[in-house]
């Protein structure tokens, strides 16, 4: 079974508005990662938050992290055309390992 | 792509032949994927390495194998192509210690008719 789930499965919105994903796993976790996959692309790592963390940013990607929850939430702020593409977290199970399970992804498509 | 190549980039064969993909890493990454993408079920994991000759399964290995022989080098074989198998294929590697990230390469559409 994924040990992420995506929310909202598919999101479309207009240019300049803000993107919000979100992401809920299952078991603890020592990390969360959040890629982006373009059509018919490999995927692209985006960010990487710590279990310690509570938010982190990267340009206009803010990430942040509820452990008690089990839950991450990635927001694209402004958004553009080029933002339009697949989100998939990413999480480590808690395994200690570098074997990483990813969610079913949100695709989003950002309308110019 | 930090230099992760794919080979073949597409392939259509047919149920109950073996299949052989490979994966080419230019940066001496330690870790390598392999994952599989189909509709509704993101990526999942059907085997890693952790280093040369070292390997473990993931999510959905059963009917697949996998070797290392070489850091750079991970090749996926499917013993016997079934229908079920049709997905396009990731290859991802990975520098392990600190380095959590992922670089992935472009994937293979397999299609078994």
């Known amino acids: 079974s994924q040990q992420g789930e995506e929310d909202p499965q598919a999101l479309s919105i207009q240019e300049g508005e803000n993107a919000t994903m979100n992401c809920s796993y299952k078991?603890?976790?020592?990390?969360l990662q959040w890629y982006r996959q373009n059509s018919g692309r490999g995927l692209v790592h985006l960010i990487l938050i710590r279990s310690n963390e509570r938010e982190k940013h990267s340009g206009r990607l803010r990430v942040t992290l509820d452990t008690s929850k089990k839950s991450s939430s990635l927001l694209i702020t402004a958004s553009r055309a080029a933002d339009t593409a697949s989100y998939f977290c990413?999480?480590?199970?808690?395994?200690?390992?570098?074997?990483?399970?990813f969610g079913t992804g949100t695709r989003l498509k950002v309308l110019a | 792509d930090a230099g992760i190549t794919q080979s073949p980039r597409h392939k259509v064969t047919e149920t109950g032949t073996p299949v052989t993909l490979r994966c080419h890493q230019t940066e001496n990454h330690r870790y390598m994927y392999w994952y599989r993408q189909d509709p509704g079920h993101g990526l999942r994991l059907i085997h890693y390495s952790y280093g040369v000759k070292d390997t473990d399964k993931g999510e959905v290995s059963d009917g697949y194998s996998v070797s290392r022989s070489k850091t750079e080098d991970f090749l996926l074989t499917l013993e016997s192509a079934t229908s079920s198998q049709t997905s396009v294929y990731f290859c991802?590697?990975?520098?392990?210690?600190?380095?959590?990230?992922?670089?992935f390469g472009p994937g293979t559409r397999l299609t078994v008719t």
């Open positions: 990413a999480t480590d199970g808690g395994s200690g390992t570098y074997k990483y399970i």
């Open positions: 991802a590697a990975g520098a392990g210690g600190r380095t959590y990230e992922q670089y």
């Open positions: 078991t603890s976790i020592n990390n």
